[in-house]
């Protein structure tokens, strides 16, 4: 069975760094995209990037671009979702979810960030 | 950058109606258009790709159709449990965009 886990809640202040994760079980991890998705609050979703595990081949969406990094490690079937110093409009639901031939068919149950002074 | 534009945002609708939500692409995309539902509190969960296959698992009551530009999902015979906001997504060209969502309650 595909499984897509995500990190727990995190409430950080402003200016703090913050990496989340998202580990896939069920299948080869390496040979699939995982897609990161941001969901404001009360908002639509933001397709965030994409990385491929095998080769750690990253895309971002030029309005992420810069603003997150995105990493896997296929040693141990996690990817992450990563920022240097937060914002308060960092405030989100992240979503990981697997990507196969551009359909997202498998989804993590979503990390809720919480930036705050 | 692709912009999908969904109608309607809003839509109450009662039990045993049809539903029909269309996404429109700012440029062709031929049929590589995608529809998620999402419930309160909850992932969202696959119901359509590549504009009309039906996810696995996923009720017949739920049919998509459309090419290049426009596209439809189609709620048969809605039920209680189908109040949700539903996403179109392009898988085109990067990035991957969103529609806006469309909002179904039940009356």
């Known amino acids: ?117 | 950058e692709i912009v999908l534009t969904q109608s309607p945002d809003f839509q109450s609708v009662t039990p045993r109606e049809k539903v029909t939500i269309t996404c429109r692409a700012s440029q062709s995309i031929g049929s590589s258009l995608h529809w998620y539902q999402q419930k309160p509190d909850q992932s969202p969960k696959l119901l359509i790709k590549y504009a009309s296959q039906s996810f696995s698992g996923v009720p017949s009551r739920f049919s998509g159709s459309g090419s290049g530009t426009d596209f439809t999902l189609t709620i048969n015979s809605l039920e209680v449990e189908d109040a949700a906001t539903y996403y179109c997504r392009q898988s085109s060209s990067l990035p991957y965009t969103f529609g806006q969502g469309t909002k179904l309650e039940i009356k």
């Open chain 1, 1 to 117: 069975e595909v499984q897509m886990v995500q990190s727990g809640a995190e409430v950080k202040k402003p200016g703090e760094s913050l990496k989340i994760s998202c580990k896939g079980s069920g299948y080869s991890f390496a040979n699939y995209w995982i897609d990161w998705v941001r969901q404001m609050p009360g908002k639509g979703l933001e397709w965030m990037g994409v990385i491929y595990p095998g080769d750690s081949d990253t895309r971002y969406s030029p309005s992420f671009q810069g603003q997150v990094s995105i990493s896997a490690d296929k040693s141990i079937g996690t990817a992450y979702l990563q920022w240097s110093s937060l914002k308060a409009s960092d405030t989100a639901i992240y979503y990981c979810a697997r990507h196969a031939r551009g359909v997202n068919e498998y989804w993590g149950q979503g990390t809720p960030v919480t930036v705050s002074s």
